[in-house]
């Protein structure tokens, strides 16, 4: 089965666990080490520090590998610590950057049209998939102003939040939902009977959850062959080619 991790850091977090990679090779040794061909890469200081910090140490401290897949992040444009959307944009296109990132409540600033519209609706136009790490609630507020924007939800667990989340995944299609903390036992499941298999991407959540947990999850969950690919990798890879740089 082949492995896309949508959900995995590089650097040393601001709450240090029990592993994380301080450099690429490090992570391509976790990588190995889970049997993951491949990740969706941020650094730490995008969460614990400021997106620009953090978009400038992923340049510089990645190592170019195809196994390893740049991301950068967004804060809002009213404060200057971003470039405009239309000049940041640009640069992804130059260094073929696919998916942007928010870690709104790290950063302390509102998920919604008011404070990010200007990134919203390009993203929206180009077909560019935003993660972001906040609560689904905090989610659905974009999307009635974006519908066809393309969101992945990160870190939605450990406990179940279905009563929050399948009302928002029935009313906005393109939204995904990460599995790094989908842990409950019969979600993927559930999930897959209810809405199929191609809302869910796979994630570990590294250096946050230790990266065998998820993947231990995927790999029993009572589904298909077919589901199981598409979630490991296949859903993630066709949202990211679908971006229009």
């Known amino acids: 089965m082949y492995l896309f991790d949508c959900n995995c850091a590089l650097g040393i977090p601001g709450m240090q666990g029990f592993r994380f990679a301080r450099t690429s ?11 993951i061909d491949r990740a969706l890469v941020y650094h730490t200081a995008m969460r614990y520090d400021s997106a620009a910090v953090g978009n400038q140490l992923i340049r510089q401290e990645l190592e170019p590998n195809p196994r390893l897949v740049p991301t950068w992040a967004i804060m809002p444009s009213q404060t200057g610590e971003v470039p405009a959307p239309e000049t940041f944009l640009a640069q992804m296109k130059a260094e073929n950057i696919r998916a942007l990132r928010v870690f709104p409540d790290e950063h302390q600033y509102a998920l919604d049209e008011r404070t990010l519209g200007d990134w919203l609706a390009a993203m ?122």
């Open 25 to 35: 090779a490090d992570l391509l040794e976790e990588l190995d080490y889970c049997g």
């Open 124 to 245: 929206e136009e180009k077909h560019i998939p935003l993660l972001a790490k906040t609560s689904c609630l905090k989610i659905a507020n974009i999307m009635d102003p974006f519908p066809n924007l393309i969101v992945v939800a990160m870190a939605q667990g450990p406990h179940s939040l279905e009563r929050y989340l399948r009302p928002i995944v029935e009313r906005y299609p393109n939204i995904y939902i990460d599995t790094a903390s989908y842990m409950v036992d019969g979600l993927i499941e559930s999930f897959c009977e209810r809405y199929g298999s191609g809302r869910l991407v796979f994630g570990s959540g590294y250096p946050d959850n230790c990266s065998g947990s998820a993947l231990l999850r995927l790999v029993q969950a009572d589904i298909s062959d077919e589901d199981r690919e598409a979630i490991a990798a296949g859903n993630l890879m066709r949202i990211l080619e679908g971006a229009q740089l």
